[in-house]
């Protein structure tokens, strides 16, 4: 009954979100998107599907690139990559929805919204360096989990379809946690992957519940992110249109790779970014100490 519900709730946002991009779009005139845009959305979240991830690879090449200012790489890339989270969502709850105890699944999602609501006025109101200094953090966090997966540190989980007493008050409460942290570009993936496998639930059975906390939690910040008039609404749909289609051919398409030498790579390229991030959020708080009120007001 909650799966039903759940999927007919994911049906109902998925429209609605769609049509609030789309308004948004017309309103700003948005034309035929940008190749770079479309590739990156795609590469991206074929990869992300797999396992890989897409939000650490999605800054980094944003901020090598210089495709937008630091202050709004979250916010854009979260709004561009929610149609696609919603996709994975569909595929993951059909696939292994019914193997997850309801209330764990309906619990994690309602947490979820609310933390990524009060996440993403959160980044609509901070400094820039502030933004520059978490986002380099999120960088290095999901440099360790690449370098844990690769290493194969990550705990092996149980074969629980849900979680009972203090572990389940513990996945809630990190549900809301990850959400907020979201809207500053910490993907909730690895963390809640690591955090459930930690407290005995079967790994497999981790993906519904990451995937559909992301689809409406991501689309609950997003509406809002997309309406502000510093965010570039054509990269948002350019990412959206590229990573709908490699999001379903990376989830119905088995072809043998080598992940772990892309994760490798993928490590150095995000470690970097997170230093020039790092080192400038360090040296704009520095030379701007005497004039705080300015610090908002700056584009780097």
């Not at 360790?144 to 290493?151: A, H």
């Not at 809207?183 to 992957?193: D, E, I, Q, R, S």
Request: aromatic residues 10%; contains cysteine.
């Amino acid at each position: 009954m909650i799966l039903t519900l759940l999927l007919s709730a994911l049906a109902i946002v998925t429209c609605a979100f769609t049509v609030v991009l789309g308004r948004a779009a017309l309103a700003r005139r948005v034309g035929m998107p940008a190749t770079e845009a479309l590739a990156l959305g795609a590469v991206t979240n074929f990869f992300d599907t797999l396992g890989i991830g897409s939000f650490a690879p999605t800054m980094a090449w944003m901020k090598f690139r210089s495709m937008i200012p630091d202050r709004i790489i979250p916010s854009t890339m979260l709004a561009g990559y929610t149609l696609p989270t919603m996709a994975q969502a569909a595929i993951f709850l059909v696939l292994l929805g019914v193997s997850v105890e309801p209330w764990l699944l309906l619990g994690s999602v309602v947490a979820f919204v609310p933390g990524a609501l009060f996440g993403a006025s959160l980044a609509a109101k901070a400094p820039v360096r502030l933004v520059q200094a978490i986002v380099g953090i999120a960088l290095l966090i999901a440099a360790w989990f690449y370098v844990v997966s690769n290493m194969h540190w990550m705990p092996e989980g149980g074969t629980a379809s849900g979680l009972d007493g203090w572990a389940f008050w513990i996945a809630i409460g990190s549900s809301f946690l990850f959400a907020v942290l979201l809207n500053f570009g910490v993907g909730h993936y690895a963390p809640t992957l690591a955090m459930l496998s930690l407290l005995g639930l079967d790994p497999r059975l981790a993906f519904p519940i990451m995937a559909s906390t992301g689809a409406f939690g991501a689309a609950a910040a997003a509406a809002k992110v997309v309406r502000r008039p510093d965010i570039d609404v054509g990269l948002v749909v350019g990412l959206t249109l590229g990573a709908i289609p490699a999001v379903l051919i990376a989830a119905f398409v088995v072809k043998e790779m080598p992940v772990e030498t892309m994760r490798w790579f993928v490590v150095a390229i995000i470690v970097y970014a997170a230093a020039v991030l790092l080192r400038q959020a360090t040296r704009l708080a520095t030379e701007l100490r005497p004039l705080e009120p300015l610090a908002e007001g700056l584009i780097d």
